[in-house]
């Protein structure tokens, strides 16, 4: 098991940007695929992005496609979420998420979960 610990999160100003961090621990050995999920009020969770072990492969929701980075230090078990160009409707619960599997990330259903952090996106 892995546990996840997100920080990051805040109230910021639409059009700026924030930077999100997930601290891994337990069994974080060679293999683990990282990914962000978010859940905006009254509605389900949403992916965001993922990235594989390697850091070679990464996969973007539309919606934040050209405006999210994620990347990942193996050596410190951190995955990062640069979040540029914040819009109101990014608002949510976000969400770090693990799996030894990028596919099963991808869509939905990582083995581990961190709390969450807020992001709040003023108008």
């Known amino acids: 098991q892995v546990q996840l610990v997100e920080s990051g999160g805040g109230l910021v100003q639409a059009g700026g940007f924030l930077r999100l961090t997930c601290a891994a621990s337990?069994?974080?050995?060679?293999?683990?695929?990282m990914g962000w999920f978010r859940r905006a009020p009254g509605k389900e969770r949403q992916f965001v992005a993922a990235?594989?072990?390697?850091?070679?492969?990464?996969y973007y929701a539309d919606s934040v496609k050209g405006r999210f980075t994620i990347s990942r230090n193996n050596t410190k078990n951190t995955v990062h979420l640069q979040m540029n160009s914040l819009k109101p409707e990014d608002t949510a619960v976000y969400y770090c998420?693990?799996?030894?599997?990028?596919?099963?990330?991808?869509?939905?259903?990582?083995?581990?979960w961190g709390q969450g952090t807020q992001v709040t996106v003023s108008s």
């Open positions: 998420a693990s799996d030894s599997q990028l596919y099963t990330i991808t869509v939905g259903k990582p083995d581990s």
């Open positions: 337990g069994r974080t050995g060679s293999g683990y695929a």
């Open positions: 990235i594989s072990w390697s850091g070679l492969t990464t």
